[in-house]
């Protein structure tokens, strides 16, 4: 099982990405998944979570301006950020809670992380 993360990029302040991750690999079912980021010198931050069923949890400075969705079909979460701002800037990482048909175990995978840079 892995996740690939896409979409991250530079844009300027008031701009919008759309970040993509796909899950691969034998599965048998995904629970949340969702996005986390990390800026330098900070720690691991969530974004935005959404459940299998749809529910959606959002950080304090993000809800209005980010949007996570995903499509089950397509095993694929998707965060749409826009009116980005400097301090968006980060290294965003995809992870989803993945019941795997390799072992039939329930596990944590987390993407490669995809870089984005919102300059003023």
């Known amino acids: 099982v892995q996740l690939q993360a896409s979409g991250g990029g530079l844009v300027q302040a008031g701009g919008c990405l759309r970040l993509s991750c796909a899950a691969s690999g034998t599965i048998i079912m995904i629970h949340d998944m969702g996005w986390y980021r990390q800026a330098p010198g900070n720690q691991r931050e969530l974004v935005a979570s959404i459940t299998s069923g749809g529910s959606t949890n959002y950080a304090d400075s993000v809800p209005g301006r980010f949007t996570i969705s995903r499509d089950n079909a397509k095993k694929t979460v998707y965060l749409q950020m826009n009116s980005l701002k400097p301090e968006d800037t980060a290294v965003y990482y995809c992870?989803?809670?993945?019941?795997?048909?390799?072992?039939?175990?329930?596990?944590?995978?987390w993407g490669q992380g995809t870089q984005v840079t919102v300059s003023s």
């Open positions: 992870n989803a809670e993945i019941y795997s048909g390799d072992d039939y175990s329930l596990a944590k995978y």
